[in-house]
């Protein structure tokens, strides 16, 4: 079993910054890719950021130039810093994973977080 525990959201003012964070646990061989998506109310839930591999990253246009994914291979652990933020970002973002699992990594899956509310208002 693969567990993905998100933190770091809260309420924050426009133009301000928050850092989510993005922990993954259990059997894991070897994790292919990473993202975040974010869910506002009414609405689909649409990737943010992703990064493939260890340094393979793209963006949703709506956050290039504010948002930053990285990734911490050692603690299997993935980031998403966002600065400038904007009431258009109010959302519950969510995590996840490709991952290998098993001893072999024979097998693979993909994996969601719970999310994190992230509120940008005034």
């Known amino acids: 079993q693969v567990q993905l525990v998100e933190s770091g959201g809260g309420l924050v003012q426009p133009g301000g910054s928050l850092r989510l964070s993005c922990a993954a646990s259990?059997?894991?061989?070897?994790?292919?890719?990473m993202g975040w998506y974010r869910q506002a109310p009414g609405k689909q839930r649409d990737l943010v950021a992703i990064?493939?591999?260890?340094?393979?990253?793209n963006y949703a246009d709506s956050v290039k130039g504010r948002f930053t994914i990285s990734r911490d291979n050692a603690k299997n652990t993935m980031y998403l810093q966002m600065d400038s933020l904007k009431p258009g970002d109010t959302g519950v973002y969510y995590c996840?994973?490709?991952?290998?699992?098993?001893?072999?990594?024979?097998?693979?899956?993909?994996?969601w977080g719970q999310g994190t509310q992230v509120t940008v208002s005034s």
């Open positions: 259990g059997s894991i061989f070897s994790i292919i890719a």
């Open positions: 990064i493939i591999g260890g340094d393979r990253k």
């Open positions: 996840k994973a490709v991952i290998r699992t098993g001893d072999t990594g024979s097998s693979s899956g993909n994996y």
